[in-house]
């Protein structure tokens, strides 16, 4: 495809925000600073987690740049920017976690397999782009379909990057189609993140927004579309992102035996603090983020100053001015809401956050617990150890 083409090495990367953590260089995996994270609702691009699996794709021209869309459909088409552009557009604020946020923290207790990160993979957006539920009634499968006439029952996301995993092919995922073709669902093909064009390393021109599910399931430098009968086959649909169990490792894993992960569950993270950290005694605050997957709302975020023996509630909130209220008609169904609380800590602790989603899931204490081979989903209570201090701080 000659308007957009995955380079072979890494000699044309875009420049990157000094503050971000890298966690690997080539691919490009880069985490911002925590605190960074509360410093604002809407998460600003440069800092804004990228996580990539080979070289960063360029447009050699947008005119020519199309997505082909085939496969179990009647008539198969390709559509230019232009026309992805004549679309209504909508603005979708959504958090992108990765499947591999926390994974460090997962690492400790047990060897994992993975990039490690700790609790910054993760961003809000705002995405702007068509629904793929308009996209897909143009090309003549209706909203709210979940089996086309023969027999497509998936949607499947291909792009130009190459990857190891895929043997120097391209990175690729699916959703149900049921999924993609319900406007409620908000899937976009987005060309837009917090009101300017993607930049290369989030996915120019184009990519997928699937939001309350795995960062990995939108795909970035979106390249084409196929309607298909069962999930993709690809690995990081079949033989990555999947849950198992802690009794699962290298030698007895069967990759078959489980399904690819989509939602994520609740996760709450603390922010403001770093482990280890010495403060002032006194009145501290302490914040973070909250967010659940599948478009449920938080409905609470404890916090604990004593190790975990009592709680308290922390306030959220989502804009400014407006108070939130769990799966309310104004908020933000698909981002996370921030948490604060300030309390007086006059001695060293340990202070513990952990969220209630609104379909009263709860995130589990210990990581021992949901360890799984790969490290994904660390979503265990999280922990910051906090010592008074009295000079240096
Ligand atoms: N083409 C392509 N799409 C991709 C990936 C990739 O490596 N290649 N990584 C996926 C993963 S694992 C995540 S978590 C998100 C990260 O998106 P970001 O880099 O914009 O934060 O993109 C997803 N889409
Ligand atoms: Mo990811």
Same mark, same amino acid.
């Given at each position: 495809m000659p308007?957009? *083409?995955?380079p072979s090495?890494?000699?044309q990367?875009p420049s990157?925000?000094?503050c971000?953590?890298?966690?690997?260089k080539?691919?490009f995996? @880069?985490e911002?600073?925590r605190?960074?994270l509360v410093?604002s609702y809407?998460?600003p %691009?440069e800092?804004f987690?990228?996580?990539?699996?080979g070289?960063?794709?360029?447009?050699? $021209?947008?005119?020519?740049y199309c997505?082909?869309i085939?496969?179990?459909i009647e008539?198969p088409?390709k559509?230019?920017? +232009?026309?992805?552009?004549?679309?209504?557009?909508y603005?979708?604020?959504?958090?992108?976690?990765c499947?591999?946020?926390?994974?460090?923290?997962?690492?400790i207790?047990?060897?994992?397999? #993975?990039v490690?990160w700790?609790v910054?993979a993760?961003?809000?957006a705002?995405w #702007?782009g068509a /629904?793929?539920?308009d996209?897909?009634e143009?090309?003549g499968?209706?909203k709210?379909?979940?089996?086309?006439?023969?027999g #497509?029952k998936?949607?499947?996301f291909v792009s130009?990057?190459k990857c190891e995993?895929e043997?120097?092919g391209?990175?690729k995922?699916s959703?149900?189609?049921?999924?993609?073709?319900?406007?409620?669902?908000d899937v976009?093909l987005?060309?837009?993140?917090n009101?300017?064009p993607?930049?290369?390393d989030?996915g120019y021109?184009l990519?997928?927004?699937v939001?309350?599910v795995?960062g990995?399931?939108?795909? /970035?430098w979106l $390249? *084409?579309i196929n309607i298909? @009968?069962?999930?993709?086959?690809?690995f990081?649909?079949?033989k990555?992102y999947?849950m198992?169990p802690?009794s699962?490792?290298?030698g007895n894993?069967n990759?078959?035996? +489980?399904?690819?992960q989509m $939602? =994520?569950?609740?996760? *709450?993270?603390?922010?403001?603090?770093e482990?280890?950290q010495s403060?002032?005694?006194?009145?501290v605050?302490?914040s973070?983020y909250? %967010?659940?997957g599948?478009?449920?709302g938080?409905?609470?975020?404890d916090?604990?100053i004593?190790?975990?023996?009592t709680?308290? !509630? @922390?306030? +959220?909130f989502?804009?400014?001015?407006i108070?939130?209220?769990?799966?309310g008609i104004?908020? $933000?169904k698909?981002a996370?809401?921030? =948490? !604060?609380?300030?309390?007086d800590i006059?001695q *060293?602790?340990e202070?513990?956050?952990k969220? %209630?989603d609104?379909?009263?899931?709860?995130?589990?204490?210990?990581?021992?617990d949901i360890?799984n081979l790969?490290?994904?989903l660390n979503?265990s209570?999280?922990r910051?150890h906090? +010592?008074?201090g009295?000079?240096?701080?």
């Amino acid at each position: 495809m000659p308007g957009l *083409s995955g380079p072979s090495d890494y000699s044309q990367e875009p420049s990157r925000h000094p503050c971000l953590h890298i966690n690997a260089k080539e691919p490009f995996n @880069a985490e911002p600073p925590r605190s960074a994270l509360v410093s604002s609702y809407v998460t600003p %691009v440069e800092l804004f987690f990228k996580r990539n699996h080979g070289p960063i794709p360029l447009v050699d $021209d947008i005119e020519r740049y199309c997505v082909d869309i085939s496969g179990l459909i009647e008539t198969p088409k390709k559509l230019y920017f +232009r026309d992805i552009r004549m679309l209504p557009k909508y603005n979708v604020t959504a958090t992108l976690q990765c499947a591999g946020n926390r994974r460090t923290a997962m690492s400790i207790t047990r060897k994992v397999k #993975g990039v490690g990160w700790d609790v910054s993979a993760i961003g809000n957006a705002v995405w #702007g782009g068509a /629904k793929l539920a308009d996209i897909l009634e143009l090309i003549g499968v209706p909203k709210l379909t979940s089996c086309t006439q023969s027999g #497509g029952k998936h949607i499947e996301f291909v792009s130009v990057d190459k990857c190891e995993e895929e043997n120097g092919g391209p990175y690729k995922a699916s959703i149900p189609l049921s999924q993609a073709t319900n406007p409620e669902a908000d899937v976009l093909l987005a060309y837009e993140m917090n009101g300017e064009p993607l930049n290369r390393d989030h996915g120019y021109p184009l990519r997928v927004i699937v939001p309350g599910v795995i960062g990995a399931r939108s795909v /970035k430098w979106l $390249d *084409s579309i196929n309607i298909i @009968a069962e999930e993709c086959q690809g690995f990081f649909m079949q033989k990555d992102y999947k849950m198992f169990p802690p009794s699962v490792d290298w030698g007895n894993i069967n990759w078959n035996t +489980r399904k690819p992960q989509m $939602d =994520f569950p609740v996760q *709450s993270v603390i922010c403001s603090l770093e482990d280890m950290q010495s403060i002032k005694p006194g009145m501290v605050r302490i914040s973070g983020y909250a %967010v659940s997957g599948g478009g449920c709302g938080i409905e609470r975020v404890d916090v604990s100053i004593d190790g975990g023996k009592t709680w308290m !509630e @922390a306030t +959220r909130f989502q804009k400014t001015g407006i108070p939130y209220i769990a799966d309310g008609i104004s908020n $933000d169904k698909w981002a996370w809401v921030l =948490f !604060e609380l300030t309390v007086d800590i006059p001695q *060293s602790t340990e202070i513990i956050a952990k969220a %209630v989603d609104s379909a009263a899931n709860v995130q589990p204490e210990k990581v021992q617990d949901i360890w799984n081979l790969r490290g994904i989903l660390n979503t265990s209570w999280h922990r910051v150890h906090v +010592r008074i201090g009295h000079s240096n701080m």
